[in-house]
């Protein structure tokens, strides 16, 4: 069974950080790229990034590149998302899933930015 468990929201100012990590088993995870997804409050699913399965490329969203970055340990079955400069509208569930398989989401970790 995919399990995916995602950490290490919280309430931050704006300016601020915070760094998600997700843990993931159940599946060769070397084998698969990853995707950090994030919903905020009364909109759709929104994709922020992608990791390849190698980490040897990854992608952003328009609206966080330059202040996120996610990153794998392939050894620890481990994928993270270094939140950096962070606005009010970044506010949002977070969720990580499988880069092809939206449904392998965890519960997510809240992230809130508000003064």
């Known amino acids: 069974e995919v399990r995916l468990m995602e950490s290490g929201g919280g309430l931050v100012q704006p300016g601020g950080s915070l760094r998600l990590s997700c843990a993931a088993s159940?599946?060769?995870?070397?084998?698969?790229?990853m995707k950090w997804v994030r919903q905020a409050p009364g909109k759709g699913l929104e994709w922020v990034s992608i990791?390849?399965?190698?980490?040897?490329?990854?992608y952003y969203a328009e609206s966080v590149k330059g202040r996120f970055t996610i990153s794998r340990d392939n050894a620890k079955n481990m994928v993270y998302l270094q939140l950096n400069s962070l606005k009010t509208e970044d506010t949002a569930m977070y969720y990580c899933?499988?880069?092809?398989?939206?449904?392998?989401r965890g519960q997510g970790t809240q992230v809130t930015v508000s003064s």
């Open positions: 990791i390849t399965s190698d980490g040897s490329q990854t």
């Open positions: 899933t499988q880069r092809y398989n939206l449904q392998t």
């Open positions: 159940g599946f060769t995870f070397s084998n698969y790229g």
